[in-house]
C-alpha cells in the first residue's frame, strides 16, 4: 500500500523557519517525482515544490522561491522542505504528494494527511 | 500561468441526481493536462481523473472527465453521498496550478 507521512509542522514565529519530512512506503520512491501542496485554513489548493525522481529537476512556486528548499535522499525513501523566512501567509496544511508524469508536468497520485504549518507571533 | 476557473462555485443536488462541473483554462492546456481531484471535509485530496478523461485507479465508473483546450467538465452521473464534497481541477501543462473549488452539497 503506498502510504506517504509527513512531519514537522508546528507554530513559528514571521521570520522563522521550520522542516517539514515526508516518509514513504509501499512504492519504489526513486522511480518517482516528490511534491509539496499546501492548503491554507477554509481555502484552496496551491502547489508549492516539486522534485523529480532522481533531485535532477526543481521547481519552485513564485510565492517560495528564494525562501523554500526541497530534497529528498532516495536510499532512505524520504522527502523534505526546509522553510525559511516565514510569512503569515505560509500559514497551511502542508501536504506531501507522490507526482506522476515528467519534467515538471505532474500530476499527484497519492496524498499524505498532511502537517499544519502556522506562522504567528 | 494559467489560470483555471471552476464553474459554479457550488452544486446543490439531490443524491442519484447528476452533476456537472467545469474547469476553464485561460490559455490552452498542453496535451490535455488536466487532472481532477475530490476532498471531503477534513480529509485529504484524492485523484479522480487525470489526462483530462483517463480514471485513477479505483475511482468509480459514475465519474468521468472530458474537454480539452481550455474547456474541461468533470461529470458525476449519479450522485452517491459520499460525492458530496469539494472538487478540484488541476493543470500541469504549464507549470502546475489549481483551480478554485467546486463544491457539492446535497440540496
Known amino acids: 500500500e503506498v502510504q506517504v507521512v509527513e512531519s514537522g509542522g508546528g507554530l513559528v514565529k514571521p521570520g522563522g523557519s521550520l522542516r517539514l519530512s515526508c516518509a514513504a512506503s509501499g512504492f519504489t520512491f526513486s522511480n518517482y517525482a516528490m511534491n509539496w501542496v499546501r492548503q491554507a485554513p477554509g481555502k484552496g489548493l496551491e502547489w508549492v515544490s516539486s522534485i523529480s525522481s532522481g533531485a535532477y529537476h526543481i521547481y519552485y512556486a513564485e510565492s517560495v522561491k528564494g525562501r523554500f528548499t526541497i530534497s529528498r535522499d532516495n536510499a532512505k525513501d524520504s522527502l523534505w522542505l526546509q522553510m525559511d523566512s516565514l510569512r503569515a501567509e505560509d500559514t497551511a496544511v502542508y501536504y506531501c504528494a507522490r507526482g506522476s508524469g515528467s519534467y515538471g508536468k505532474y500530476y499527484f497520485d497519492y496524498w499524505g494527511q498532511g502537517t499544519l504549518v502556522t506562522v504567528s507571533s | 500561468e494559467i489560470v483555471l476557473t471552476q464553474s459554479p462555485g457550488t452544486l446543490s443536488l439531490s443524491p442519484g441526481e447528476r452533476a456537472t462541473l467545469s474547469c476553464r483554462a485561460s490559455?490552452?492546456?498542453?496535451?490535455?493536462?488536466l487532472a481532477w481531484y475530490q476532498q471531503n471535509p477534513g480529509q485529504t485530496p484524492r485523484l479522480l481523473i487525470y489526462g483530462a478523461s483517463s480514471r485513477a485507479t479505483g475511482i468509480p465508473d459514475r465519474f468521468s472527465g472530458s474537454g480539452s483546450g481550455t474547456d474541461f467538465t468533470l461529470t458525476i452521473s449519479r450522485l452517491e453521498p459520499e460525492d458530496f464534497a469539494i472538487y478540484y481541477c488541476?493543470?500541469?501543462?504549464?507549470?502546475?496550478?489549481f483551480g478554485p473549488g467546486t463544491k457539492v452539497d446535497i440540496k
Open positions: 488541476q493543470q500541469y501543462g504549464s507549470s502546475l496550478t
Open positions: 490559455q490552452s492546456v498542453s496535451s490535455d493536462y
